[in-house]
C-alpha cells in the first residue's frame, strides 16, 4: 500500500480542488491519501463525491497552533467533524485569517510592495486564506522567484518584516479537542528549521504525555539527520511515525507520494479514531 496522509487543496491553500486531488492521487498510484487543509473540512466532500475506486480517503485537517511563541502545525485525522468545541476553535483560527492576511498585505505596502487584498483574495480563490496565497502574490509581482522564497525574515517567515500573527490554537488544547471529537493528532515537520523556530524535544514529550499520537518524520522539509534524529525520539516517546507529501500542488515542487506512511502505522491510526472513518472510493466521477 502507498499512503499519504498529508494534502491540501484549494479548501485551503493547494491548487488542486478536492476533486482534483483525488483523482491526481489515484493517477500516482496511491492507494491512500488524506485531506488535511488548514482548519477547514469543507473540501471533505466534494473529494467523497469524487473519490475513485481503489482509493481510500481518510478525513482530517491541518490545525494552526502555537507554543512558546513558536508557530506549529498539529494533523488531526478521522475526527467527528461536526463536534461542537473542536468546530468553534477551527472557526476562530479560520476567522482571523482574512484580517490576519490583510495586515501582512499593508506591511509589504509600507514596504513599498504593491501586492493588494484583490490580488490575495483572487489567488485564495475561496479557500482558507493564508500565507501561501500571500506569498504567490509576491512571486506574481517578481519580488520573489518562489513561494517558498517568500517565507525568508525579509518577507513572511515569523517574526519577518511583513508578518502579521493570527489567532492559533495551544497545542495541548488541540489535543484535548481532537481526542474529545475522536480523532487521532501527528504533530506536522516539527523539525522542518527553515520555516523558523521549531518546537523543541523536551515540548514534544510534553506534548506525548498529553495524547500526541505521532511525529511526521519523512517530510520535504527534514534532511536525512533531522529524519534519524525524530525517529529516536519517536521510539523514546512510543510515538507513531509518518510521512507524507505535505502537498500543494503547483505551489510546491513535491509530488503526490513522495513520502509515505508504513501501512502499519495507518492501521494503528484507523484503530485508534472513533470520530470518523476512512471512505473507500465508489468510482466517483
Not at 507554543?67 to 473542536?86: C, K, R, T, V
Not at 493528532?185 to 514534544?204: D, L, Y
Not at 515542487?253 to 491510526?269: K, M, N, Q
Request: charged content about 25%; aromatic content about 4%; overall charge negative.
Amino acid at each position: 500500500m502507498r499512503i499519504d496522509l498529508h494534502c491540501h487543496s484549494t479548501a485551503s491553500d493547494g491548487t488542486d480542488t478536492p476533486a482534483e486531488l483525488v483523482r491526481h492521487a489515484a493517477a500516482a498510484g496511491l492507494d491512500v491519501i488524506a485531506l488535511t487543509d488548514h482548519d477547514t473540512t469543507r473540501g471533505h466532500a466534494e473529494a467523497i463525491a469524487a473519490l475513485p475506486a481503489g482509493l481510500t480517503l481518510v478525513p482530517g485537517a491541518e490545525l494552526s497552533c502555537r507554543i512558546d511563541g513558536i508557530s506549529m502545525h498539529m494533523l488531526a485525522y478521522l475526527f467527528d467533524p461536526e463536534e461542537p468545541a473542536l468546530l468553534a476553535e477551527r472557526e476562530l483560527v479560520r476567522d482571523d485569517r482574512v484580517p490576519r492576511a490583510k495586515g501582512m498585505v499593508a506591511k509589504l505596502n509600507a514596504l513599498g510592495v504593491p501586492v493588494t487584498w484583490e490580488q490575495v483574495e483572487r489567488i485564495a480563490a475561496g479557500g482558507s486564506v493564508g500565507r501561501p496565497h500571500v506569498a504567490s502574490a509576491l512571486v506574481e509581482l517578481g519580488v520573489v522567484k518562489t513561494v517558498s522564497d517568500a517565507f525568508t525574515e525579509e518577507w513572511l517567515a515569523d517574526g519577518g518584516r511583513a508578518y502579521a500573527p493570527k489567532h492559533e490554537t495551544d497545542p495541548f488544547e488541540a489535543i484535548r479537542l481532537v481526542k474529545a471529537a475522536g480523532g487521532v493528532c501527528v504533530f506536522a515537520h516539527p523539525a522542518a528549521a527553515k520555516r523558523g523556530r521549531t518546537v523543541p524535544e523536551s515540548a514534544i514529550a510534553e506534548m506525548a504525555a498529553a495524547g500526541l499520537d505521532g511525529i511526521e518524520v519523512d517530510h520535504m522539509d527534514h534532511d536525512a539527520a533531522a529524519k534519524d534524529r525524530l525517529r529516536g525520539l519517536a521510539k523514546e516517546l512510543d510515538l507513531l511515525v509518518t510521512g507524507s507529501s505535505d502537498y500543494h500542488g503547483s505551489r510546491k515542487t513535491v509530488a503526490l507520494g513522495d513520502y509515505t506512511t508504513d501501512p502499519e502505522v495507518y492501521g494503528e491510526i484507523t484503530r485508534r479514531a472513533t470520530g470518523a472513518f476512512p471512505v473507500p472510493g465508489a468510482g466517483g466521477a
